[in-house]
Structures are given as C-alpha cells and as structure tokens.
C-alpha cells in the first residue's frame, strides 16, 4: 500500500520538477554510484578474486552485479589499465589489489565523498528552483 502510494507521488511532483543538466549530472552521479570506484576500491585494500569481489557485492545487495556481473571484471580491467590495481594469478585465480597510485586515489575519494551534496539535498535545490 504505501509503495503504491509513494509510486504515485513520485510521478506527480517530478512531472512538475525542471531540472537543469547539473542537477541531471549530480542526480545520474549519486545514482551510478552501484560500481563506481567508490565502491571497489576500497573492497580491494586486500587481495581478493573476481568471485569474492562478485560475492561481497551480493551481500551488499547491489543490484547492477545481480544483472550483469560480467561489469565487476569489466570494471577491473579497467582499473588495472588505469594502473590503480595490480593483479596476480594464484592457484588458477586472478586476484587483485590496490596499488601504490590507487591507495592515493582511494584516499583522495574519501576525502572527496564528505563534500558531495546529499540525494535529498539535491532534491531541496530543485524543488526551490521551481517555487
């Protein structure tokens, strides 16, 4: 009953919202936050395999690895292209961690993510924008 109801809400006062592309980008941003690296890196301050990063993410209940977990090897391909990884085989399994460039990264991340404007106050700018 009450997801119906919020349902509904939701509808009716975003159809009267205008948002403006930055509060699009900083809505998609606070959004895409599911892989982002704010997300995996720190899971990769020890040693881990794609399965046990794949693993820690269903415990986590994030959703995208529940539709498509081939985006977590995706991912690190990436950071270790990126050089903010490095990865060694044992025993017949990829394993990966953070390097010296990526442990910078994370902290800086960190440091980054406590002044980043909150979804609802994101929500608060809009709705002002449009009395």
Not at 34 to 58: A, C, F, K, N, W
Not at 73 to 94: D, F, G, M, P
């Amino acid at each position: 009953m009450t997801e119906t109801r919020f349902k509904h809400a939701m509808k009716n006062q975003f159809k009267k919202m205008q948002f403006t592309e930055t509060h699009k980008e900083a809505v998609r941003k606070c959004i895409h936050e599911e892989l982002s690296d704010h997300v995996l890196l720190p899971m990769l301050q020890t040693m881990r395999s794609g399965y046990e990063i794949t693993q820690l993410l269903y415990t986590k209940n994030k959703d995208i690895v529940h539709s498509n977990e081939g985006i977590i090897y995706a991912t690190l391909h990436r950071l270790e292209q990126q050089q903010l990884i490095v990865s060694e085989w044992h025993e017949n399994e990829k394993r990966y961690v953070l390097s010296n460039k990526g442990v910078k990264l994370l902290t800086k991340l960190n440091k980054e993510t406590d002044k980043l404007p909150t979804f609802e106050h994101l929500l608060k700018e809009v709705r002002y924008a449009n009395d």
